[in-house]
Every structure is written in structure tokens, then in C-alpha cells.
């Protein structure tokens, strides 16, 4: 392996703290235990640049790993030196229960088959969840044979080492690691933490496996994935971190999830970060009051036991896989679709989703993927994601970013905290100044995330989730944006949202050359310093460039009734024309092309889902359109919700079908400035 410029700063930035990626593949595959085990022994061992000392610690790693790991049919084996030497040193996942009967704890080590090892209160005590689960420990097994012909209980824990890290500096350590990078490079990093190579990966997967990450550094905080099979869903979860619990399928009951009643031992959500839920599909409940108490820890962080109220911060993840493409998906149902019964049309319980991440932007894991680079220790990272929990960024979205009005209390929660877990992955430390574009970049993907949850609220009918165009503004002074789920539409399609400002749907009638005929277009206006306009297409179709000069004369002359006191002459505006039929020529846009301008200039955006028609002349006359009918037919095809066009076309529209009539609202305006007004989103 060749050490990149990544690689060699972070050695310069976190020595101590590195692991080759490559070497934990290897021992992984050979021995029974999860990843951040062997990064824990690797860690210890091998946390250098150098090679002399990497192949030193490989060859303590593999003695340990290979003298300590209980393969299948070598539990005897153990047992026997145990008996034999008095003690035996394993590394096992071992839990803990009370048993009445033995007024005292019992262990299990599954490795070795053991399910009545003694192990002492204090150790229970100083690691309460050996009662929830359990975890990965190095483990010091005594033998004592006057115990066994008292009891029978022959062996016993001696000493319990945890496999994860718990120094107190480990995000002062890695805030200052983190002014050595650029964002880039830091999220970089990041994914070969993991192991994945991020050269690899598109920015949306990349973005995809950030949001992974989230449940770890955001308290209460709940997640549903789903996608296809094989992109690596489950193993951040069983693989990475010590302090994330896997239940894969088989019921999950109240005793196991919150609280035992009949022993007051708390739940997984009580004992671990994050809890996920393995092939959701296949999970049941033991009841449905398990659903209504998982509504109401998922909504407050709290659920009841008798009179007593317990507070948990466990975060709630969801995955499973989808049978078919989302696109076939959405045809015949809704994204949660996969999900349980008792979950899958329950809009209260969707309504506590903070985001639904798109498994179908993940690729499925392969060879090529994976890193053979330096990345942190798992155990480190893993401590310090469990640190980050107790922080929060929403303050840095506190004056400097504005939610639109589609957003409720519960949406910018969920928003607020996606974008603050995606901050604290990017900037470890708080004292760090966030810039706007990390800022927009974490904003952006959260009310993605859950807009998707929405959308699919509105599938089934909930009429109070009908507004689901979530925007947001960057700065007092900022551009309102929208942002809208990928799979909903392409940009190629109309949709329902806003588009940015300066942009605009419309149709050409068509002219008189030949080949001029009726399409669909999408002018694009961008207004910036300087005098005059530019339009970029190469070459510029003549009937189009007329129209621009028929927009601009009229945006001069009627600046006052169109931008109020922003002076048009005072700016340079760049316009292009985009065609979504064999139509290129761009005949009578007129009209469009000053909406588009204007809309850039006051930044303000133009209804979603709206085609505008129409030419203006000179004079500021609306020229009248011949085919009415066939725009209208047209508008429909393409799926606008809404056309506007000259009132003089009102008549020729009687001849439209009933059928279209209904699929799209027309509407009609009079001069320049009432098209204006119409067109603009209020």
C-alpha cells in the first residue's frame, strides 16, 4: 500500500490513533469475533506508519487473537485449560442475568457454551450492560474445584476487561486533528474510518453513509433505511461500534426493548447509543401496547414503568430491503411499504421518523469499495461519536438559517436534528466555525431526508400532510430555496415544487420556418453585476433571440411595474434555453423569458408545477395565440398542474376535452405585470 497525502496527514494528526484498514479485513475473516474487536487489538498493537512496528504488533495480534478466540469445536479445549492451569484468558461476548436461585448474578459465554459462569456484583455493577445484551470483553476464566463440589458453578470470571475506549480527551484529540483538514478531506477520512473507499463512492452515497452515522452522535434520534440488498445496511451496526445493539428479526418485546417489569432491569434504549432493528420486515410485536410505548419514547426520549418515569437517549434505527425499485414502489404504494403491519400506515409513528435515508443511493458492497488506507481506530471513533451525543449544533443554524412555511414544529425538530448530527461529523469540535456552504450542505440533505417522510404521509392520504414543499433561506437577505426528494421527479420533469428564481417552465407554440414546431423548454436567467444580456446557447436560435430582445426592451420600460425600484440597467443577466422535445427554435417565449428575469431579479421563485406562454411585442401588447388547445394538451402530457396564458385564448378553449380540462388548473392573465403576480410563488 502506497501512502497518500490523506494518509501521511492524518499520521502527522492522530499517531496513535490509526489502523491500516487492509490488516483488519484479514484478521477478520479469520477469527469468529466483529470488526472493532480486531481494531481494538490492532489499535494496541499496530497504531503506526511504520512498518517495522506494524509487522511486530501483526504478529502479537495474530498470537492473541488465535490463543483467545474460541473457533467452533475447540470449546472443550478451553474448558480443559481452564481446569488444567486454574485460569484461561478469552475474548468473548458475554452477558449477564440474576438468578434467584444462586442469590446472585450468572454469565454466559456462548463461545465455549457456558450459561452458569459466577461472575462477581462488582463487575456487574461497573458494566450494567453485561444485563442488556451484553458485549465483546477480554475475559480472565478461573476454575475452582472446591466451588464445584459445593455449588457445581466451577467457573468463574475473574477479570472482565470492556473492548471499547473510555479516555476522557479522545474529541479534544480529534477537534484538533481536524484544523489539519479541509472539509473535503475530512469527510474523506471519515468513510475510510469505516472502511470504505471514498474515491469510489458518488457524493450522494457518500452523503447516504454520513446520515448512517447520525443516530451515533444525536441523542434520541430516529432512522429508517431502507434499499437494496447487500449495500452494507446492518454492519456500522454490528461491525463498527461497541456501543450499538443489532436485533435481527424474532419479536421485540417491552421487557427487552424499555423496561422488566418484574425485575426493573432497564431496556437496550437504556444501555446502548443506538438500537437497530435488523430486516425489519421480519420483526414482530409482542403487543400493541409495544407500539404505543415506542411512539411515545421515539416522541419524548421517555416511557412509564408503574408511576415512574425513565428517560432514555437510546436512538431508534430501522432497516430492511426493498423487493422492488422505487419508482415501482411509489407506483403501487408508499416508501414504508416494507415495513411491519403495525408501522407501515401508521402516520403517527412516521411522524416521529426524523429521516428516511435512500438505501438505493448505496451501492452494494464489493471488493472495490473498501479501503486499504489508514483510517481511525474503531474503538476511538466509536467513543468519540458516543461523546458527541452529549453536544449539539443547532445553535450554529440560530440566525443563520430560515425554514419555510411548510415545515411544523415536529418537521423543523427532525430537520434541526439531522443537520446538527451531520455538523458534529464534519466539525468534531464546537469552537470551529461552520461555513455557509457546510451549512447548506447539512441543511439541504436534512430536509431531504425528511421531506421523504412526508411525502409518504401524503400517499396515504393524510390531508394535514399536503404541504410538503420544505424550503429555506441562508441569511436574513437569502434566496428562498426548496428542496425536493431525488426520486419524486427528475430534473427533467415538472414537478410540483418551486423552481430556483430566474427559472421557468413554458411551451413554444411554434413558428412559421419549418421544423419550428410546439415543445416544451425551461428558460434559466441568472442576474449579476454589469449591463445587458447574454444568452449562452451556442449557436442562438433566431425566433429565441427575438423574443429575449422583445423581454428586455419591455423589462426596461416597465421596470417600475415589474421590480419596483431595483434598477434593471444596472445588472447583466445571463439566460439560457433548455429544450425537452426535438422543438429547439424557441419561438414566442417573450413572456417567459421577462418572468424568468424578473423572478431573478426581485429572488423570488415562480409557482411549481406552472408552464407560462405567451409573446410580447415592442409595445408591450400580449400577441395572441392560434393553438390553444394543443398547449393545453401538451401541458398536461408533460405533467404541469397549472398553465397560464393570454386571456384572448380563453375562447378557443371551449374545445378542449372535458377530460383534459380537469387535469390541469388554466388560468389567464392580461398584461406583463398580472402574469407576474400570478406567476410568482405569494
Not at 309 to 337: K, P, T, W, Y
Not at 539 to 545: E, W
Request: with cysteine.
Amino acid at each position: 500500500m502506497e501512502l497518500d497525502t490523506l494518509d501521511l496527514k492524518a499520521a502527522q494528526a492522530l499517531e496513535g490513533y490509526l489502523v491500516r484498514k487492509d490488516l483488519v479485513r484479514t484478521f477478520a475473516r479469520q477469527f469468529p469475533v466483529p470488526t472493532y474487536v480486531v481494531e481494538f487489538m490492532l489499535g494496541r498493537y499496530c497504531a503506526s506508519t511504520d512498518p517495522d512496528e506494524i509487522n511486530e504488533g501483526l504478529a502479537i495480534v495474530q498470537k492473541q487473537l488465535e490463543s483467545r478466540t474460541v473457533r467452533a469445536g475447540e470449546e472443550e479445549l478451553f474448558k480443559a485449560k481452564a481446569y488444567k492451569n486454574g485460569t484461561v484468558k478469552l475474548i468473548d461476548l458475554v452477558s449477564a442475568r440474576f438468578s434467584q436461585k444462586d442469590n446472585g448474578y450468572l454469565a454466559s459465554l456462548p463461545s465455549i457454551q457456558l450459561n452458569k459462569v459466577r461472575i462477581s456484583d462488582s463487575i456487574v455493577d461497573d458494566n450494567e450492560r453485561l444485563l442488556t445484551g451484553g458485549f465483546y470483553a477480554e475475559i480472565t476464566l478461573e476454575y475452582d474445584s472446591l466451588i464445584a463440589e459445593e455449588k457445581g458453578n466451577a467457573f468463574g470470571i475473574r477479570e472482565l476487561r470492556p473492548i471499547q475506549l473510555s479516555k476522557r480527551d479522545v474529541l479534544d484529540t480529534l477537534g484538533e486533528a481536524r484544523a489539519s483538514f479541509s472539509t473535503e478531506e475530512w469527510k474523506d477520512f471519515i468513510l475510510r474510518g469505516i472502511g470504505l473507499e471514498p474515491s469510489t463512492l458518488e457524493e450522494r452515497a457518500k452523503d447516504a453513509v454520513f446520515l448512517r452515522m447520525v443516530p451515533f452522535v444525536e441523542r434520541n434520534y430516529n432512522l429508517v433505511e431502507l434499499g437494496p440488498r447487500g449495500t452494507g445496511k446492518s454492519h456500522l451496526f454490528q461491525q463498527v461500534s461497541p456501543y450499538a445493539h443489532l436485533i435481527s428479526g424474532g419479536k421485540a418485546t417491552i421487557a427487552k426493548m424499555f423496561v422488566n417489569n418484574a425485575t426493573g432491569a432497564r431496556g437496550l434504549v437504556c444501555q446502548y447509543d443506538v438500537v437497530c432493528f435488523d430486516e425489519i420486515s421480519g420483526i414482530s410485536f409482542d403487543s400493541k401496547e409495544g407500539i404505543n410505548i415506542m411512539k411515545g419514547y421515539m416522541e419524548s426520549g421517555e416511557f412509564s414503568r408503574g408511576k415512574e418515569n425513565i428517560r432514555a437517549d437510546g436512538s431508534m434505527v430501522f432497516v430492511g430491503n426493498f423487493d422492488v425499485d422505487v419508482e415501482h414502489q411509489q407506483r403501487v404504494g408508499h416508501l414504508f411499504g416494507p415495513l411491519p403491519e403495525e408501522m407501515r400506515d401508521d402516520t403517527a409513528w412516521m411522524d416521529r421518523i426524523h429521516g428516511y435515508l435512500p438505501g438505493w443511493d448505496i451501492p452494494k458492497m464489493s471488493a472495490d469499495l473498501v479501503t486499504d488506507h489508514f483510517g481511525l481506530v474503531s474503538d476511538f471513533f466509536s467513543e468519540c461519536l458516543s461523546r458527541l451525543r452529549f453536544q449539539s449544533r443547532v445553535s450554529v443554524l440560530q440566525n443563520r438559517v430560515h425554514f419555510g412555511g411548510a415545515l411544523s414544529g415536529r418537521d423543523v425538530n427532525a430537520v434541526n436534528k439531522t443537520a446538527s448530527g451531520l455538523l458534529k461529523l464534519i466539525y468534531p469540535s464546537p469552537t470551529m466555525q461552520v461555513s455557509d456552504e457546510d451549512l447548506e450542505w447539512a441543511v439541504r440533505l436534512a430536509l431531504e431526508v425528511r421531506r421523504r417522510v412526508k411525502e409518504q404521509q401524503k400517499r396515504i392520504g393524510a390531508a394535514e400532510f399536503r404541504n410538503t414543499h420544505f424550503s429555506y433561506f441562508i441569511g436574513d437577505d437569502g434566496v428562498e430555496k426548496f428542496v425536493a426528494t431525488p426520486e419524486l421527479r427528475s430534473d427533467n420533469e415538472i414537478g410540483d415544487d418551486p423552481l430556483e428564481p430566474g427559472q421557468i417552465w413554458t411551451i413554444s407554440e411554434g413558428g412559421q420556418d419549418t421544423g419550428d414546431n410546439s415543445g416544451l423548454y425551461r428558460i434559466e436567467v441568472n442576474a449579476g453585476p454589469g449591463s445587458g444580456v447574454k444568452i449562452l446557447n451556442n449557436p442562438v436560435p433566431a425566433p429565441f433571440k427575438e423574443s429575449v430582445r422583445y423581454a428586455e426592451q419591455n423589462l426596461y420600460a416597465r421596470g417600475m411595474q415589474l421590480v419596483g425600484d431595483r434598477d434593471p440597467r444596472a445588472h447583466e443577466y445571463s439566460i439560457q434555453l433548455r429544450a425537452f422535445d426535438a422543438a429547439k427554435k424557441g419561438s414566442k417565449l417573450g413572456v417567459s423569458v421577462l418572468l424568468a428575469i424578473s423572478s431573478s431579479l426581485l429572488k423570488k421563485p415562480i409557482k411549481g408545477g406552472l408552464i407560462v406562454v405567451g409573446e410580447i411585442n415592442l409595445g408591450g401588447s400580449i400577441e395572441p395565440i392560434h393553438n390553444a388547445v394543443n398547449i393545453a394538451e401538451l401541458a398536461v402530457e408533460k405533467g404541469a398542474t397549472a398553465l397560464l396564458m393570454p386571456v384572448t385564448a380563453r375562447r378557443q378553449l371551449y374545445d378542449l376535452s372535458d377530460d383534459m380540462a380537469t387535469k390541469v388548473d388554466i388560468q389567464f392573465y392580461q398584461d406583463a405585470r398580472d402574469a407576474l403576480l400570478k406567476a410568482l410563488v405569494e
